[in-house]
């Protein structure tokens, strides 16, 4: 069965990533099953904060001129990402960080880990969006890894 995670991956390894940066987290499972799927292909450093994470995937990119890739759980999982990020933005380092997300049913309703990852990433990001769906992971993947500033082919 093919699902958002499932999708998410695949569009990673077609556009020739092949390193992920990250911590397992419950809000993400679904995209580690699906990276532990594809393991002989993609490669995920697991690190022991989210910080250092989106630092490696930051430096990744900058030496090596390959998307950066940096993965982190819900709600404080996504916060700690920020310094990594920040780093990448202001030296225009391709970086793609992947956070969870609580069941649509629970957004906004003060659960645990419930954090508006997508208005955080505001300021450091150029492209941002909350998916929701497989279909939708289809419609946005490219435009995520790929950047909204080049045509999706």
């Known amino acids: 069965m093919t699902d958002a995670s499932d999708i998410l991956v695949e569009r990673l390894l077609a556009w020739g990533v092949d390193t992920i940066f990250g911590l397992p987290g419950d809000g993400i499972n679904g995209v580690f ?8 292909r993609i490669r995920f450093i697991h690190v022991r904060h989210e910080e250092a994470a989106a630092f490696m995937a930051c430096a990744y990119a900058k030496f090596t001129g390959k998307l950066g890739v940096c993965i982190a759980t819900s709600g404080p ?28 049913d629970l957004i906004g309703t003060f659960t645990q880990q419930d954090v508006a990852l997508d208005k955080l ?12 769906s497989g279909a939708h992971m289809e419609s946005v993947a490219d435009l995520a890894i790929r950047g909204p500033w080049h045509p999706v082919a």
Do not use: C, W
């Not at 099953?33 to 002989?40: D, I, M, S, Y």
């Open 33 to 40: 099953e699906a990276l532990r799927k594809q393991k002989e």
């Open 77 to 104: 999982g996504g916060i700690h990402l920020l310094n990594g990020l920040y780093d990448a933005k202001l030296d225009h380092a391709p970086v793609l960080a992947i956070t969870g997300l609580q069941h649509s």
């Open 121 to 132: 990433f505001i300021d450091v990001a150029v492209y941002n969006e909350r998916i929701m």
